[in-house]
């Protein structure tokens, strides 16, 4: 069956360091593949997506490119910010699939 | 926009007692799902519905039941509540059938058995 596998973390970063979140994953044909966020005490929020291989999904200056080759879908961002700080979930959809299968989520904690 | 709407966001629940976590879209979504979160874990699916008067098991579903009447309302029914049952509830929905569409999710129930 399908899978990702996520990053352990947690992350810790300083403000402004570079940020590279790990996804793998293990699907059947070309599924299409998500990052989500969760804030504290809120519901999880698309961040980005990319539906083929090669594409690019960018957000809030936050980038991941579908590698089909690799079978990954790594977040990364240039300049985290305190207010980056959250858990982050990598997805993927199969096509024609009812339901996604999720990672088990990064927290990522920025400080000052 | 509403979007996913959940009630109620808090709920302390004693051993053996019974609830309907309540869940509504206005996006005119078909799909549906319900996930559970215990602390510091991913989501797990509970049941998820295609369309009004379609349901079908996730990974979790014992203990849960749930029911499509309309296409806005998809509330999960916790008959015997158990403390293995406390966890933070969501509910999601997306535009179907096709896989590029995310899903939206609501804010959470927090349910605690006691």
């Known amino acids: 069956g399908d899978s990702v596998t996520q990053m352990e973390g947690p992350v810790t970063l300083s403000e402004e360091a570079f940020l590279t979140i790990n996804c793998t994953y293990t699907?059947?044909?070309?599924?299409?593949l998500f990052w989500y966020v969760q804030y504290p005490g809120e519901g999880l929020q698309l961040l980005l997506k990319a539906t083929k291989a090669d594409d690019k999904g960018s957000n809030k200056g936050f980038e991941a490119t579908y590698r089909k080759e690799t079978t990954s879908f790594h977040l990364e961002k240039g300049s985290v910010q305190v207010s980056d700080s959250a858990v982050y979930f990598c997805?993927?959809?199969?096509?024609?699939?009812?339901?996604?299968?999720f990672g088990d989520g990064t927290t990522l904690t920025v400080k000052p | 926009n509403a979007g996913v709407t959940q009630t109620p966001k808090f709920r302390i629940l004693k051993i053996g007692q019974s609830m309907t976590l309540q869940c509504t879209q206005d996006m005119n979504h078909n799909y549906m799902y319900w996930y559970r979160q215990d602390p510091g874990m991913g989501l797990k699916l509970i049941y998820y519905s295609v369309g009004a008067g379609i349901t079908d098991k996730g990974e979790v579903p014992n203990g849960y039941n749930v029911s499509r009447s309309t296409t806005e309302d998809f509330p999960l029914r916790l008959e015997l509540a158990a403390p293995s049952q406390t966890s933070v509830y969501f509910c999601a929905s997306r535009n179907g059938p096709y896989s590029n569409q995310p899903q939206h999710f609501g804010d959470g129930t927090r349910l605690s058995i006691l």
């Open positions: 997805a993927l959809r199969g096509t024609n699939a009812g339901k996604s299968t």
């Open positions: 699907a059947t044909g070309y599924p299409s």
